[in-house]
């Protein structure tokens, strides 16, 4: 199995516009791609740096199941920003899992409801103000006239985002296997 989870840039409001028409806006792109293939290391294919990794898309084209939270959305960026058409029944979603033993949708939340600890809802809290920062067009300035922060407009930070992505496939990892 294969549990990933994408952070994405779009000039695309996803709150007014819904995850269909986000994932299909021609400015939205993948910025980082967090895997891990079972129990493995987790890893991070970050976009801006190259293709996605190889081991990577031959499972995708080949491959087994693949797990996402909230599987539509990533579905979606498979589908319509990489190209990558997969059959329906390779999808495991946690939040559907979740949904249906009566939790709670959000990760945050379910990991609380599940017990993954305070770290879990740490990383999620400032998860948050890194996707602000690196997903979401900013308002330009005179001063700063971009619609966008880059990586290497704020490495630092960039790095913390890593993190957290890699966080949220770990957590969700762990949420696949309390709900299982």
Known sequence: MLFADFETFSECDIKKCGGARYVRHPSTEALLFSFAFNDDEI??????????????DEYLVNGGDIC??????????LEHV?????????????????????????????GK??????????????????????????KPTKKDPSLRVLPSDAPEEWLKFKEYAEHDVLAMRECYRRLK
């Open 68 to 77: 996402f939270h909230n599987s539509a959305f990533d579905r979606g960026i």
């Open 82 to 110: 990489l190209g990558y058409r997969l059959e329906i029944s390779r999808y495991k979603d946690t939040m559907i899992m979740a949904y249906r033993r009566g939790y709670v949708g959000g990760l945050k939340d379910l």
């Open 113 to 138: 409801a599940l017990g993954l600890g305070v770290e879990h809802r740490k990383q999620a809290a400032d998860g948050w103000r890194l996707i602000h920062k690196f997903c979401v067009p900013r």
């Open 43 to 56: 890893q991070t294919w970050d976009a801006t740096e190259g293709p996605i990794p190889e081991e990577v």
